[in-house]
């Protein structure tokens, strides 16, 4: 299964030259570029792991690509996700985010129906790759 999320989650995933692309148009709006993983890629775990400070201060995408390959190689088989910030109106707003880096098996999720008073079914989704492990030794 492809877990897809963000920006391009529509498109193949994308080459260090098409990132590099894009780094560079976020950089030319201004925008901060920041470097997050994890191991469970739920569509509601939006709290991921910062890999350093967000890069406000860095103006050549060389350098976001930096630390993408050493955020890659710290984490092979975490999802890697590249966020740009907007901090124009005084607050930081996520403007642009996508997946540049995933493990080469996942998981994927399993569907969960639960039967409630009233005839009321609900539905959720849980991550295999949580049943399997706690959290940081999943992959």
Known sequence: MRITQGTFSFLPDLSDEQITKQVD???????A?????????????????MFGNPMFDIQDAAGVMLEL???????????IRLTAFDSTHG???????????RPKEE???????????????????ESYAAQRAPEGARY
């Open 25 to 31: 148009y976020c950089l030319a709006k201004g925008w």
């Open 33 to 49: 570029i920041g470097l997050e993983y994890t191991d469970d890629p739920h569509p509601r775990n939006t709290y991921w792991e």
């Open 107 to 125: 998981p994927g999720f399993r569907l969960i129906r639960t039967e409630e008073p009233g005839r009321t079914i609900r539905y959720s989704i």
């Open 91 to 101: 607050t930081e707003s996520v403007v642009v985010s996508f997946i540049v880096n």
């Open 69 to 79: 390959r050493n955020c890659r190689n710290t984490f092979p088989s975490h999802y």
